[in-house]
């Protein structure tokens, strides 16, 4: 096994038979657990399987997800989490990288994510500094003994995983949601029970505008960008919980700054501190650089692109816009890939989202570039209304070429009932510009 699978099972064989996974119709012991990944084991390896040989393990956030996840480690093999309502397409990209390849040494999970242009990549991460970053991550928090976390994260996603790792490592329970919705996370939280709440901001930013009770936990936002305004709204409407950011990325082993629940109100909109251990430069292009000693080995069947995400000296090309602040705190400007070539005029979505999101009516926006004859790329953005709020696209557009450079201003905004979402629950630029590819309705 490797070190993350021996600190696993090791953690769980002192936790006898107290329930550890608790899910909506169904809780598991540590001694299921262990008894039933060991036969899972078996049968892998009766079936051939050899050391780090990857294998694919469907899951959907049942609790029975842990243990499928747990017999690969147990077994010697590299899992390979892929979601089981993935479309055919896609799943076949993800099962044609899986094959013969030297990065699987010493590796324990494959975690595929999406490039620019939509593809699956394959990031290979070794079980050594998955450990090593769990314990990184559990000093960097100071992530307490037995506690009880909602787990409303994807098990696909590296967020999700640590999560799930780290609680189960702290002799903490993992609670699961009946479902990965709005609804069913909000009932969960209302019925108490739950410490800790590590969630993407489209989904906190969904339950705040609920009428579920205030929670009085530890929030931990990742997996995408926290504004601080909705930071100052789950503040306001959740005044007991402790609220926490995070910045990382799969291929640097996540969680790599950090803002401190003590120091939000100073650091809130900022990347935080840096996390131990990492080193970070800001390139002449304003791209964020990271050189971590969790990162991953490399991307699956992909030499080429593995070593362009590196520079000469070994840090990753984050593919992030930063800039420094007056207190010396790096912010978030946009992703390179994201930013809008309006006639030559550069568009940072982010900060269009940062304006409109003022406007008192607006709960949730998000931006992007669509086609333009004129121009090559005009600004779009989908909002979401808070509730009882009726927003007229045009009076929107007006109010908020106002507040920012016209050329800046969205030529066209849709309200929407939500954000489009991809698989893990982050906000997707993508799907938000193929609904502006759809012809519009005449009326």
Known sequence: ???????????????????????????????????????????????????????????????????????VYRAGGVAVPIHRATPEVRRRQMLDLLGPSPLYDGAATVVFTSGSTGAPKGVVLRGDRQAAKLAAIRDETGWPEGARTLLALQLTFSFGQWVAWLTLLTGGTLVIPERLTLEAVARRLAAGGVDRLPAVPTLLRALVETDAPAFPGT??????????????????????????????????????????????????????????????????????????????????????RT?????????????????????????????????????????????????????????????????????????????????????????LRSWVAERIEKYKAPSRIQVLPALPAGRTGKADRGMLRALFRKPRRVR
């Open 307 to 395: 070593a362009a995400a590196f520079d000469e000296d070994g840090y990753f090309r984050t593919g992030d816009l930063v800039s420094r602040r007056d207190d010396g705190r790096l912010a978030l400007v946009g992703r390179a890939s994201e930013m809008i070539n309006k006639g030559g005029l550069k568009v940072a979505p982010r900060e269009v989202e940062d304006a409109l999101a003022t406007h008192p009516g607006v709960a949730a926006v998000l931006v992007t570039g669509i086609p333009d004859q004129a121009t090559g790329e005009a600004v779009a953005a989908g909002v979401v209304a808070r509730p009882g709020v009726e927003l007229d696209p045009e009076a």
């Open 1 to 71: 096994m490797t070190p993350l699978a021996e600190a696993l099972f090791d953690a769980l064989a002192r936790r006898g038979d107290a329930v550890v996974v608790e899910g909506h119709d169904e809780n598991l012991t540590a001694s299921r657990i262990v008894e039933e990944a060991e036969l899972g084991a078996r049968t892998l390896r009766a079936e051939g399987l050899r050391r780090f040989a990857p294998v694919p393990v469907e899951v959907d956030n049942r609790p029975t997800d842990v243990i499928d996840l747990l017999a």
């Open 219 to 304: 929030v931990l936002a990742g997996g995408e960008r926290l504004p601080a305004g909705l930071g100052g709204r789950l503040r306001e409407a959740w005044p007991a919980a402790r609220l926490g950011d995070i910045y990382g990325l799969t291929e640097t082993g996540t969680s790599d700054f950090f803002v401190d629940p003590d120091d939000y109100d100073a650091a809130a909109g900022s990347l935080g501190r840096p996390a131990r251990g990492i080193d970070v430069r800001v390139a002449d292009d304003g791209e964020l650089r990271i050189r971590s000693p969790w990162g991953m080995a490399g991307y699956l069947q992909d030499p080429e």
